[in-house]
T-cell receptor, first 115, second 110 residues
Framework: GAVVSQHPSRVICKSGTSVKIECRSLDFQATTMFWYRQFPKKSLMLMATSNEGSKATYEQGVEKDKFLINHASLTLSTLTVTSAHPEDSSFYIC???????????FGDGTRLSIL | GESVGLHLPTLSVQEGDNSIINCAYSNSASDYFIWYKQESGKGPQFIIDIRSNMDKRQGQRVTVLLNKTVKHLSLQIAATQPGDSAVYFCAERALGKLIFGTGTRLQVFP
């Protein structure tokens, strides 16, 4: 149980395009989803916390207009990287939890490469 | 083999030996700690967790030790296997959010 699916697993696109990444909890309802960014050989950095039906809470230094998060249902959150540029290239990982005191279950990440 | 927190990011051990991966956490208000294993190109995989009211917890081949006095967490892997090769992260939970450590790469050689 507790499977989180992330799609796509890899995307390569041109500079200036927008990219949408989906995060789905397959067998549980996720009241909260988290989006992380990970640079090569580095740790995971929390970007934002997304609660179903409300606006995401962004960490300091993360541009909310650049990284649009939508959590429209209890099983789906999306991260859209708008007008992506090469510096946005990274590994993006989502996690989902059934509640604030419940474990986070992670997706397998999306490798984003902007040319 | 043993790593010393953030200053030795790679730990190499021989297959069959025990591994000890260490982590120093920052927030004395953290109430919950988790060890994750991350393989290349994958998301973090839960290994074991421990709440702040405990100092030791054992799983299958893994043990987590928590020393709140010095804010130190360790992961012990018994009889390390090639399949254990990965990057290991500790994470602390504070105010509902996870804060990840910098990670230790475990390399297992025959």
């Amino acid at each position: 149980g507790a499977v989180v699916s992330q799609h796509p697993s890899r995307v390569i696109c041109k500079s200036g395009t927008s990219v949408k990444i989906e995060c789905r909890s397959l067998d549980f309802q996720a009241t909260t989803m988290f989006w992380y960014r990970q640079f090569p050989k580095k740790s995971l950095m929390l970007m934002a916390t997304s609660n179903e039906g409300s606006k995401a809470t962004y960490e300091q230094g993360v541009e909310k207009d650049k990284f649009l998060i939508n959590h429209a249902s209890l099983t789906l959150s999306t991260l859209t990287v708008t007008s992506a540029h090469p510096e946005d290239s990274s590994f993006y990982i989502c996690s989902a939890t059934q509640g604030s005191n419940q474990p986070q279950h992670f997706g397998d990440g999306t490798r984003l490469s902007i040319l | 083999g043993e790593s010393v927190g953030l200053h030795l990011p790679t730990l190499s051990v021989q297959e069959g030996d025990n591994s000890i991966i260490n982590c120093a956490y920052s927030n004395s208000a953290s109430d919950y700690f988790i060890w994750y294993k991350q393989e290349s190109g994958k998301g973090p995989q839960f290994i074991i967790d421990i709440r702040s009211n405990m100092d030791k917890r054992q799983g299958q081949r893994v043990t987590v030790l928590l020393n709140k006095t010095v804010k130190h967490l360790s992961l012990q892997i018994a009889a390390t296997q090639p399949g254990d090769s990965a990057v290991y992260f500790c994470a602390e939970r504070a105010l509902g959010k996870l804060i990840f450590g910098t990670g230790t790469r475990l390399q297992v050689f025959p």
